[in-house]
């Protein structure tokens, strides 16, 4: 498996930075949520593709909904993202719905309903020491 390098791992940086302004700031699709934020953004080291990683907050409609406005805004998105980025190639570039961020909060709510049942027994415990 061949390591990340360091320039790869600045255009990532780069492109997720942009590809969060552009979508914030210059998308007028009202399918697009307002809470929506690039997570992840992985560059292929030949400049050919990229896969961004999105995460919306809100139900599994207004993820439905982004998903698809950003994927049919996909070429206005390419081409503001050459226009700010000089890069040799523009990537084409491919959504994906980031789920971690669910994941942690509901695995977080799992934590703290354990600690809860288990620190009243420990309570109890310690009640009859």
């Known amino acids: 498996m061949k390591r990340t390098s360091i320039k790869n791992t600045r255009i990532n940086g780069e492109v997720q930075k942009e590809l969060s302004r552009i979508i914030n700031y210059e998308i007028k699709d009202p399918r697009i949520h307002a809470m929506t934020s690039v997570t992840q953004v992985m560059v292929t080291p030949d400049l050919k593709e990229c896969k ?32 700010s980025i000089n890069l040799r190639n523009t990537p084409e570039i491919t959504f994906y719905m980031d789920q971690s961020i669910e994941y942690a909060i509901n695995m977080s709510k799992k934590i703290d309903d354990v600690m809860k049942e288990q620190g009243n027994s420990a309570e109890d415990i310690q009640e009859e020491v």
């Not at 805004?73 to 226009?83: P, S, V």
Request: charged share 25%; glycine share 10%.
């Open 52 to 83: 961004a990683y999105i995460s919306v907050l809100g139900d599994e409609q207004a993820q439905a909904d982004t998903l698809a406005g950003l994927r049919s805004a996909t070429g206005f998105i390419r081409r503001e993202l050459a226009r």
